[in-house]
């Protein structure tokens, strides 16, 4: 009989007990047969019992072995693209692979990698982006060492979304080909809310207000202030309906675009912001700019133009999101346009206690 592979299923966690109460027990289980894994729990500083149940209902998995439980208690906030690489950096496995939370393996999934990595030479294992199931796209297998060979993921990626396709555009560019996750039973999730993906992310608790300004049909102007003095602006455009007026994009190929939205020059403004009588001052480089308020929630700048705070709960996370998914995928984009393969000088640092048994 062929050696097996050690196959690492690497989940990192952040109050997201509940969901890994209905995931891992099953997920160890299905994968018994297997042999040779090992779960790596990456615990990232959680305030909800995570240390407390993992060592009342799981230690017998740390004792076997099949289960490796790190703790840290540094970090403030959730970082996606962080956490991923201290949890890869602690696996001993020949392949390492990403399990979110929330996500289901499947009875047979570690056999199934472990013979399309027999059979097939310098791929990886994905999910294809055309299944409609987001909360798969971050179960990603990779050979150990191609994950070192790349730095892991890309940690100047501090918010949420990209981190995962900016990895498989590097492992590309490696020179690594993807095979993709066939069978629906290893693609199983536990729904819940969009704002559950962010709740613990920096943007959610340092973005203090946000406003929005429409232009016209095609493009909107959005305001970010956040509770550092800092501030972030950008134009976004409908890429749909930029210039839907015209004849030319009557043509179907003309209508179709990787992403339904951009931001303009593929960058936010920056700068620093205060505060006065007056009302809200921005501060860049080579300019300010007033904005002086017309009511508790309509702001309007010297050229006239009217911009309206976002106030409801659901409305301003809706646009938190959006603020990190975008700001994410700028770096992804540079990333694959300058053909960077290795993106950290050091990467999944930080200091941990590994509890044992």
Request: hydrophobic residues 35%.
């Amino acid at each position: 009989m062929l050696k097996k592979f050690k196959i690492s299923f690497c989940t990192v966690c952040m109050n997201r007990l509940e969901h890994l109460k209905k995931t891992l027990p099953k997920n160890i289980k299905d994968t018994m047969t297997y042999g040779n894994f090992e779960f790596v729990v990456l615990d990232y500083n959680s305030k909800d019992g995570l240390e407390e149940w993992i060592m009342a209902e799981m230690s017998q998995y740390m004792v076997s072995g099949k289960l490796i439980y790190i703790k840290t208690t540094v970090p403030q906030y959730f970082l996606r693209s962080h956490s991923k690489n201290v949890a890869a950096k602690s696996a001993t496995g020949d392949i390492i692979c990403n399990v979110d939370a929330d996500n289901y393996i499947g009875e047979g999934f570690a056999d199934y990698i472990n013979q399309e990595f027999k059979e097939h030479q310098n791929i990886y294992l994905t999910v294809p982006r055309n299944i409609g199931k987001k909360d798969c796209y971050g179960r990603i297998c990779v050979f150990r060492e191609d994950f070192m060979a790349i730095t892991g993921y890309d940690e100047s990626m501090t918010d949420y979304g990209f981190e995962d396709f900016d990895l498989l555009n590097r492992l590309e560019l490696l020179g690594r080909k993807a095979r993709y996750f066939s069978n629906s039973q290893f693609l199983q999730v536990l729904n819940h809310a969009d704002v559950t993906r962010i709740e613990n992310e920096p943007n959610m608790h340092t973005i203090d207000q946000i406003y929005l300004r429409y232009i016209n049909h095609y493009s909107s102007e959005l305001l970010y202030l956040f509770k550092n003095g800092m501030f972030c602006r950008g134009r976004i455009i409908l890429n749909r309906l930029v210039n839907s007026e015209s004849v030319y994009n009557a043509f179907i190929e003309n209508r179709k675009f990787l992403y339904p939205t951009r931001v303009q020059n593929d960058c936010w403004v920056k700068g620093g912001y205060i505060k006065s009588d007056d009302g809200i001052i921005l501060k860049t480089k080579n300019k300010q700019i007033l904005f002086t308020p017309m009511s508790s929630r309509k702001i309007q700048n010297q050229k006239g133009e009217v911009f309206y705070k976002r106030v409801e709960k659901e409305d301003f996370q809706t646009w938190v999101m959006f603020f990190s998914q975008m700001s994410n995928r700028i770096k992804m984009e540079k990333n694959k346009e300058r053909k960077t393969i290795r993106v950290n000088d050091i990467f999944g640092e930080i200091k941990s206690i590994k509890n044992r048994a």
